[in-house]
């Protein structure tokens, strides 16, 4: 049903009229020092691509490859125990995996999830006149470069490994109930290249209100203007940059709309009249915001797929 036309989230695969299988693959190197919360982050990390389409995680399977003269046997163990809990925590079953030998430090999961038919929510599915809504703050990659450098205080560095450590367990619940009609979990490509993707294979457009946009602590506007900036995120401007027009946006909140995230949130496309009904589930699951960030118009009535509007 899903491939890699309209690079969506996850493959999805129809098996009957009432199942789909949903499959993903993701893993990276460490984004923070303890090894049990690397474990669960990239695990959270690889499950949010199955929640991102509106599916559940039936199974698992470990992906590592490690440097074994340098990172001892009780360290590793300490990052698969970290995924191991994050699996257990979304119900999901780890059934085996691979390991390799690697010059540095990888590890992640496949994954294996379920969806009806009916219910998946893809990137090509938003409409104009929708709503877009985030559940997570932005903000990873400028506070993961500002903890290398020292410059993050140990309350944000808990506050940054929760957030990324997060399920997106509302992207299943939401779809479930026939509340959403598409979106995206926000990951390396940054609040904008995931939108700019979502309205290509949409085949609309959207305004993005950078006044409302969530940041995990003010500290990232601090860092940003301390030119705390890791090489992902310039990169992911300079590739967009030609799909937005800014309307006189200060470099920083360009910067925060590029930020690649490590285990974001979802951005939801949501219809107008079931809006105050999703804000209300997604307020009741907890999730760490219910931010509306813009919203969706015709491809038509926008000079390119990006409109930003800063008050």
């Known amino acids: 049903m899903i491939g890699a036309a309209t690079s969506d989230d996850a493959g999805v695969y129809r098996i009957d009229d009432e199942r789909a299988l949903v499959q993903t693959v993701d893993f990276f190197t460490p984004i923070v020092d303890d090894p049990y919360r690397y474990g669960q982050i990239a ?3 690889a499950l949010s691509d199955v929640y991102a389409m509106g599916g559940r995680p039936l199974t698992a399977m470990n ?8 990172v001892p046997l009780e360290v590793i163990n300490q990052i698969l125990r970290g995924g191991a809990d994050k699996i257990l925590e979304a119900d999901c079953v780890l059934a085996g995996g691979h390991s ?7 590890y992640g999961l496949s994954v294996t999830g379920i969806v009806h038919p009916n219910r998946i929510i893809s990137n090509a599915g938003g409409r104009p006149g929708d709503v877009l809504i985030l559940t997570k703050p932005l903000g990873t990659g400028i506070l993961s470069t500002g903890l290398k450098r020292g410059l993050v205080s140990a ?3 808990q506050r940054l490994e929760d957030l990324m450590s997060e399920l997106n367990l509302p992207g299943a619940i939401l779809a479930e109930r026939g509340l959403v009609h598409g979106g995206t979990d926000i990951t390396g490509f940054g609040l904008l290249g995931h939108l700019i993707s979502l309205c290509r294979s949409s085949g609309v ?4 209100d950078a006044s409302n946009l969530p940041t995990i602590s003010p500290e990232v506007m601090k860092l940003i203007e301390e030119d705390c900036i890791p090489g992902g995120t310039r990169k ?4 967009a940059n030609s799909d937005v027009t800014w309307n006189g946006t200060s470099q920083a909140i360009k910067y925060l709309l590029a930020d690649a995230q490590t285990s974001g949130g979802l951005l939801l496309c949501i219809s107008q009249d079931r809006r105050q009904e999703v804000l209300e589930c997604l307020i009741e699951l907890t999730v760490p915001v219910t931010a509306e960030v813009g919203r969706l118009v015709s491809a038509s009535e926008s000079p390119t797929p990006i409109v930003v509007r800063q008050e």
């Open 43 to 45: 695990a959270a990390n």
């Open 63 to 70: 992906l590592i490859g490690m440097p074994t003269d340098d």
């Open 100 to 106: 390799i030998r690697n010059p540095e430090p990888i």
């Open 155 to 157: 309350d944000l560095e």
């Open 205 to 208: 457009a959207a305004e993005v």
């Open 236 to 239: 992911n401007l300079e590739t």
